[in-house]
């Protein structure tokens, strides 16, 4: 079974950055994505990117701030998130699927992390 682990996250103010990591187990790369859960609020897509990094996808509401990428070679996928805002704050849960195509719906996606914490406050 694939195992996602995510680092990263933590504090920081409107406007600031923050750059989460997620590891990946098994050696052939898997479609990626980012969620994020945020409370009394349903899980929601944040991004995703193909097996190859040649493709990617961003939810509407971080579509110019947020960048995902990937570094096959460490089995890792990254997510670099910029002007971030209050609303941005929630856990942040790394997710893989075995299809071959990117896909937005939780039900799509085979595996997941743990979460991580990212908190945006003044």
């Known amino acids: 079974q694939v195992r996602l682990v995510e680092s990263g996250g933590g504090w920081t103010q409107p406007g600031g950055s923050l750059r989460l990591s997620c590891a990946a187990s098994?050696?052939?790369?898997?479609?990626m994505g980012w969620y994020r859960q945020a409370r009394e609020k349903d899980r929601e897509f944040i991004a995703a990117?193909?097996?190859?990094?040649?493709?990617?996808y961003y939810g509407d509401s971080v579509k110019g701030r947020f960048h995902i990428s990937r570094d096959n070679a460490e089995n890792t996928v990254h997510l670099l998130m910029s002007g971030l805002k209050v609303e941005d704050t929630g856990i942040y849960i790394c997710?893989?699927?075995?299809?071959?195509?990117?896909?937005?719906?939780?039900?799509?996606?085979?595996?997941w992390g743990q979460g991580i914490q990212v908190t945006v406050s003044s």
């Open positions: 997710a893989a699927r075995q299809g071959m195509l990117i896909a937005t719906t939780p039900t799509s996606w085979d595996f």
């Open positions: 098994g050696d052939s790369p898997l479609v």
């Open positions: 990117i193909t097996r190859n990094g040649d493709d990617t």
